[in-house]
């Protein structure tokens, strides 16, 4: 038995051998097989693992991690097309073009079927502004791959880059052939034979879609819209009659009409849409925005007013009729008699306030409604306003400034109230150089107004602003300077403006307001020679304001002749005094 057992191990162990032999030769062969394809199947699986372990850094965006990974890989399997195309991603991100080029030609070069090995590419020319290199990538990427449809798109947007106005609308009739949606792209498509200067085609292309389509109205709009811009209007009109009556169709009949001037035919087209409760409403919005920037003599304004009452009823609340009212109403303002413009202006005003009621954070309109109160000089709307509107906006610059001219001028105002406003104005603008020279000058005029020298001083530079001298606050010292002849601020006047003289040597502006101080200060020969000097070297710099007040040193200096005579070249320059006529007609001098 001992022995049995014994011979029996012995051939177990001959077979175990035996086997082994076989398994050890069947993996011999393999992997020389493997070899024989340039890797082996374990190299390859190391590679794959590298592969993984570069997308795990790749999308923790450790992008040199990642590229270690992947030039790991490459080193076991040369032909890792996927490593190099992962290479490339990482380079575009890192704006290393150059590489990412090089990469990707790689990965095409073994695997030149893959579609998104062409699109990258085209993307890494695309970022080195090289649309001709994108679009030869894209043409490969036809020639070589299947699949491509939703790039199709990017392909035409590269030719139109190029100017290639064919190439992209090949590539759009592509597109609706791949997708199976004939004539989607029509209107790109004539915008591009537009771009490329074939009119005609574009014309013809759009004709033979109204007669094989006679049913489709977007056709006929497209067709009549492109006649009617071709001059053919008369043709335009007769094709968007043939139409079922829509809000598009009417739209472009109604701006046919206005453009041949017959408002009379436009009207009842008007109305009607108008009146449709089952219309667009933004295409009534956009009608009434166009209509009321045309011409006066081209359209009745109280028509429109009517218009604008109408769709008030149908969308009461709608705060985009309302903010269509308001610019309605403000530009029939601007066109409107003066005995009409009022109501007009009242009509724009209603309009803001029913949006500030509706949405009282909107910063838009309370800035609208403190304009047009600041502008109008309606110091009470202003003053309350500003109260209101700083409740919902405490820091912003802007409405301090309104603040303070409304506490400065209204009858309900409080002139200190109006000064801290100024300085906090002052703090809040900031880098706005504009507002912050307008706070200045009220703050100067508010110095001016109390007699406080020492302000004047700090505030007189404020009438510089983006390097010449700001008109509001030369009319602030204008002012000052009639109505008051303090001989101490006056004389501070003229040596901060002898500086600003200096810095600016052609600011009409500033010689104004110079000569007026030297007026006041009777140094009339003084003046006379600083207004003839400027006027030689400034001849395109003259106002009409300093015109006057040369006229006024001339009468002082008894040259009545020539005083009356550069009176008369300031009415005709502009911005004078209302007292010129007054001067002209009596040849004397009038405060």
């Given at each position: 038995?001992?022995?049995?057992?014994?011979?029996?191990?012995?051939?177990?162990?001959?077979?175990?051998?035996?086997?082994?032999?076989?398994?050890?030769?069947?993996?011999?062969?393999?992997?020389?097989?493997?070899?024989?394809?340039?890797?082996?199947?374990?190299?390859?699986?190391?590679?794959?693992?590298?592969?993984?372990?570069?997308?795990?850094?790749?999308?923790?965006?450790?992008?040199?991690?990642?590229?270690?990974?992947?030039?790991?890989?490459?080193?076991?399997?040369?032909?890792?097309?996927?490593?190099?195309?992962?290479?490339?991603?990482?380079?575009?991100?890192?704006?290393?073009?150059?590489?990412?080029?090089?990469?990707?030609?790689?990965?095409?070069?073994?695997?030149?079927?893959?579609?998104?090995?062409?699109?990258?590419?085209?993307?890494?020319?695309?970022?080195?502004?090289?649309?001709?290199?994108?679009?030869?990538?894209?043409?490969?990427?036809?020639?070589?791959?299947?699949?491509?449809?939703?790039?199709?798109?990017?392909?035409?947007?590269?030719?139109?880059?190029?100017?290639?106005?064919?190439?992209?609308?090949?590539?759009?009739?592509?597109?609706?052939?791949?997708?199976?949606?004939?004539?989607?792209?029509?209107?790109?498509?004539?915008?591009?034979?537009?771009?490329?200067?074939?009119?005609?085609?574009?014309?013809?292309?759009?004709?033979?879609?109204?007669?094989?389509?006679?049913?489709?109205?977007?056709?006929?709009?497209?067709?009549?819209?492109?006649?009617?811009?071709?001059?053919?209007?008369?043709?335009?009109?007769?094709?968007?009659?043939?139409?079922?009556?829509?809000?598009?169709?009417?739209?472009?009949?109604?701006?046919?009409?206005?453009?041949?001037?017959?408002?009379?035919?436009?009207?009842?087209?008007?109305?009607?849409?108008?009146?449709?409760?089952?219309?667009?409403?933004?295409?009534?919005?956009?009608?009434?925005?166009?209509?009321?920037?045309?011409?006066?003599?081209?359209?009745?304004?109280?028509?429109?007013?009517?218009?604008?009452?109408?769709?008030?009823?149908?969308?009461?609340?709608?705060?985009?009729?309302?903010?269509?009212?308001?610019?309605?109403?403000?530009?029939?303002?601007?066109?409107?008699?003066?005995?009409?413009?009022?109501?007009?202006?009242?009509?724009?005003?209603?309009?803001?306030?029913?949006?500030?009621?509706?949405?009282?954070?909107?910063?838009?309109?309370?800035?609208?409604?403190?304009?047009?109160?600041?502008?109008?000089?309606?110091?009470?709307?202003?003053?309350?306003?500003?109260?209101?509107?700083?409740?919902?906006?405490?820091?912003?610059?802007?409405?301090?400034?309104?603040?303070?001219?409304?506490?400065?001028?209204?009858?309900?105002?409080d002139k200190e109230e109006a000064n801290t406003a100024f300085d906090q104005a002052l703090k809040l603008a900031r880098n706005d150089e504009a507002l912050t020279s307008k706070i200045r000058t009220k703050k100067l005029e508010f110095a001016l107004e109390e007699g406080n020298t020492e302000e004047v001083e700090t505030y007189v530079s404020s009438v510089i602003t983006f390097g010449k001298a700001?008109?509001?606050?030369?009319?602030?010292?204008?002012?000052?300077?009639?109505?008051?002849?303090?001989?101490?601020?006056?004389?501070?006047?003229?040596?901060?403006?002898?500086?600003?003289?200096?810095?600016?040597?052609?600011?009409?502006?500033?010689?104004?307001?110079?000569?007026?101080?030297?007026?006041?200060?009777?140094?009339?020969?003084?003046?006379?020679?600083?207004i003839e000097n400027f006027l030689k070297q400034n001849p395109s710099n003259i106002t009409g304001g300093l015109l006057e007040v040369y006229g006024d040193n001339l009468f002082k200096l008894n040259q009545i002749d020539a005083a009356v005579e550069q009176w008369k070249k300031a009415k005709q320059t502009g911005n004078t005094s209302d007292k010129i006529d007054q001067k002209i007609a009596d040849?004397?001098?009038?405060?």
């Amino acid at each position: 038995m001992k022995k049995y057992l014994q011979f029996s191990a012995f051939i177990f162990t001959i077979m175990l051998f035996c086997s082994s032999t076989v398994a050890f030769a069947q993996k011999k062969t393999e992997k020389k097989e493997e070899e024989s394809k340039g890797i082996s199947k374990y190299d390859r699986a190391n590679a794959e693992y590298l592969m993984i372990d570069a997308q795990k850094f790749y999308l923790l965006e450790d992008y040199e991690r990642a590229i270690a990974f992947l030039e790991q890989s490459l080193e076991i399997d040369k032909d890792n097309h996927a490593a190099y195309f992962k290479l490339g991603e990482i380079y575009l991100i890192e704006r290393k073009y150059d590489k990412g080029l090089k990469s990707i030609k790689k990965a095409q070069e073994i695997k030149p079927n893959n579609k998104f090995y062409y699109i990258l590419a085209a993307q890494l020319h695309k970022s080195q502004n090289n649309l001709q290199a994108a679009a030869s990538e894209y043409e490969l990427m036809l020639k070589n791959s299947t699949d491509y449809r939703e790039y199709l798109l990017d392909i035409a947007d590269v030719y139109v880059g190029l100017g290639n106005y064919d190439g992209a609308i090949k590539m759009l009739e592509l597109t609706e052939e791949k997708y199976n949606t004939p004539n989607k792209f029509t209107t790109q498509k004539k915008e591009l034979l537009l771009q490329a200067g074939k009119k005609k085609e574009a014309l013809d292309m759009l004709k033979k879609l109204t007669e094989d389509f006679p049913t489709n109205e977007n056709y006929k709009l497209e067709y009549a819209d492109l006649l009617a811009s071709t001059g053919n209007k008369s043709e335009a009109a007769d094709i968007l009659k043939s139409t079922s009556t829509s809000t598009s169709s009417n739209f472009l009949l109604i701006n046919l009409k206005l453009e041949e001037g017959d408002f009379e035919a436009a009207k009842p087209m008007i109305s009607e849409i108008m009146t449709n409760k089952e219309a667009d409403l933004s295409s009534k919005l956009l009608l009434m925005s166009n209509l009321s920037a045309t011409g006066s003599d081209k359209i009745s304004l109280s028509f429109l007013d009517q218009q604008q009452k109408t769709l008030y009823s149908i969308y009461p609340n709608d705060v985009e009729v309302i903010k269509t009212g308001e610019k309605v109403y403000s530009a029939l303002a601007e066109k409107a008699s003066p005995q009409e413009k009022a109501a007009y202006e009242t009509q724009a005003l209603t309009a803001l306030n029913q949006l500030k009621n509706l949405n009282p954070s909107d910063y838009q309109v309370w800035n609208q409604l403190l304009t047009k109160a600041y502008n109008q000089k309606s110091w009470e709307t202003l003053l309350t306003n500003s109260e209101d509107a700083l409740s919902y906006f405490p820091n912003q610059g802007l409405f301090y400034y309104y603040y303070g001219n409304a506490q400065l001028y209204s009858t309900k105002g409080d002139k200190e109230e109006a000064n801290t406003a100024f300085d906090q104005a002052l703090k809040l603008a900031r880098n706005d150089e504009a507002l912050t020279s307008k706070i200045r000058t009220k703050k100067l005029e508010f110095a001016l107004e109390e007699g406080n020298t020492e302000e004047v001083e700090t505030y007189v530079s404020s009438v510089i602003t983006f390097g010449k001298a700001d008109g509001d606050a030369a009319q602030v010292f204008l002012h000052y300077l009639s109505a008051n002849s303090d001989q101490e601020m006056i004389e501070k006047l003229d040596v901060a403006l002898n500086r600003l003289i200096n810095e600016n040597p052609s600011d009409g502006y500033l010689f104004h307001v110079k000569a007026k101080v030297l007026f006041q200060l009777g140094r009339f020969a003084d003046a006379k020679q600083l207004i003839e000097n400027f006027l030689k070297q400034n001849p395109s710099n003259i106002t009409g304001g300093l015109l006057e007040v040369y006229g006024d040193n001339l009468f002082k200096l008894n040259q009545i002749d020539a005083a009356v005579e550069q009176w008369k070249k300031a009415k005709q320059t502009g911005n004078t005094s209302d007292k010129i006529d007054q001067k002209i007609a009596d040849k004397k001098y009038y405060q």
